[in-house]
């Protein structure tokens, strides 16, 4: 599958954006997909995740309770709306994908580390200002 990610830009500390990771070349409910990101002088780390069909979603501590990821499959489209956004939320953000087995509970397929997903989109820079 090959993913394009959008929506960065630059916002104030406590403001909105949302993300959009758009898919071709496979049925995209297939997939799970998630966001990582990378600041600067970081490693990539986790984000969100969401199951092929949209009904479950993991997120990192970090980010819990102020980012919402979502997706339209027949749009063959995920997002990542996040809100209260704070500087050090500062970042590169990927999306990436890896095969979804919908016969298989959500549960036994999470995965976390980039290692674990095989397509990525090019990355789209999220600045806060403080």
């Known amino acids: 599958v090959q993913l394009q990610a959008s929506g960065g830009g630059l916002v104030q500390a406590g403001g909105s954006l949302r993300l959009s990771c758009a898919a071709s070349?496979?049925?995209?409910?297939?997939?799970?997909v998630a966001w990582f990101r990378q600041a600067p002088g970081n490693d990539r780390e986790f984000v969100a995740a969401?199951?092929?069909?949209?009904?479950?979603?993991r997120y990192a501590e970090s980010v819990k309770g102020r980012f919402t990821m979502s997706r339209d499959n027949a749009k063959n489209t995920a997002f990542l709306q996040m809100n209260s956004l704070k500087p050090e939320d500062t970042a590169v953000y990927s999306c990436?994908?890896?095969?979804?087995?919908?016969?298989?509970?959500?549960?036994?397929?999470?995965?976390?580390?980039?290692?674990?997903?095989?397509?990525w989109g090019q990355g789209t820079l999220v600045t806060v200002s403080s």
């Open positions: 070349g496979r049925t995209f409910s297939s997939v799970g």
């Open positions: 969401i199951s092929g069909s949209g009904y479950s979603t």
């Open positions: 990436a994908a890896r095969s979804w087995d919908r016969t298989v509970a959500a549960a036994r397929q999470w995965k976390y580390g980039q290692q674990d997903y095989n397509s």
